[in-house]
């Protein structure tokens, strides 16, 4: 797809050249002009720019230079006339007219950088971000596309942002995702308020390997009845996963808003939870102590008066210590 822009480039002699153009794609030719001055002609379908910098170089996809823009680089120069100048990987590309009504430009500072490519971003609201280290971010929510990539509920972005096809989700999830966490290994929690994944019954809990693949070896067997809102590695080893939310059971056993699971999917008996909260619970945070924090809508815990909030020993009995 063609992006038209107004350009606005100056010439040795500072006489500037304003055209409407395409800047995607093209040939590239040079010429003199009657000042015997070298300049680049950029052809496209017929309509054509012109720059004295013969080093011009056209990074696909470029569209508006102003803060939130598709493009990538560094911006070099901006006057009073909103003319700038960009750059990128240190050659200077094209300067362009931010006048337009249609373009932003307040926040535009001189040396700011766009590496960040979103083109027309989610289609909703996402909820879960984590940091994949390897290969970019991972992102969960209620969206069904990004950037025009039909991307049920789930998406990997390459580090500038772009839509990463090697995490092959196929049909993706039926659902809501509302947490994402990644573990060492680079195994991908997932949880929220779908039921199935790319064809698999997946009752608010999934384990995916980094290539999207569901990940057989973290057996959840009818999963939860409720959503899960938070999921977290509560062991160094990461042996044991914390999962919270508004679910009752898990795979048939009572577990009450919150269950602990072995890295294989099963409950660990070791943390009791079939009497724990009587309203939903929203976030898990770990304490350094290794003792864990709960929120949520809540008021009571085995009982007991805690309201929306409350923090937990590694045995899951409440904490009443102060320290």
């Not at 007219?97 to 700011?112: P, Y």
């Not at 059971?249 to 072995?262: A, C």
Request: aromatic share 10%.
């Amino acid at each position: 797809m063609k992006t038209t822009e107004k350009i606005s480039l100056k010439l040795t002699n500072n006489t500037p050249i304003k055209q409407s153009v395409s800047i995607l794609g093209g040939q590239q030719s040079s010429f003199e002009n009657a000042n015997n001055n070298v300049l680049v002609q950029w052809d496209i379908s017929g309509e054509t720019f012109a720059t004295n910098e013969v080093t011009l170089k056209l990074p696909t996809p470029i569209t508006k230079l102003y803060t939130g823009s598709n493009i990538k680089g560094v911006v070099e120069s901006l006057n009073t006339m909103g003319v700038a100048t960009f750059s990128y990987e240190g050659t200077i590309i094209y300067a362009t007219n931010l006048l337009d009504e249609d373009v932003q430009t307040s926040n535009l500072c001189v040396g700011d950088e766009f590496t960040f490519f979103i083109g027309s971003g989610f289609n909703n609201t996402t909820f879960a971000f984590e940091i994949d280290a390897a290969r970019g971010v991972l992102v969960g929510g209620d969206f069904t596309t990004y950037n025009g990539n039909v991307s049920n509920y789930i998406v990997r972005l390459l580090e500038d942002g772009t839509y990463d096809a090697a995490f092959s989700i196929g049909t993706g999830f039926n659902g809501r995702v509302l947490v994402i966490s990644k573990q060492t290994d680079g195994k991908i929690l997932v949880g929220g308020e779908f039921t199935d994944y790319n064809g698999t019954a997946a009752n608010r809990i999934i384990r995916l390997n980094s290539d999207g693949s569901i990940d057989g070896t973290f057996v959840y067997g009818t999963g939860f009845n409720g959503s899960v809102s938070s999921v977290i590695l509560q062991a160094l080893t990461e042996n044991t996963i914390l999962v919270g939310g508004s679910f009752n059971t898990y795979n048939g056993v009572i577990v009450q808003k919150i269950v602990r699971l072995l890295n294989n999917g099963s409950i660990d008996a070791t943390f009791p939870t079939s009497n724990a909260f009587d309203n939903d619970i929203q976030l898990l945070k770990l304490h350094f102590s290794g003792k864990i924090l709960v929120s949520g809508s809540f008021a009571n815990y085995k009982g007991v008066n805690y309201n929306r909030i409350i923090r937990l020993n590694t045995d899951a009995s409440s904490d009443t210590t102060t320290a």
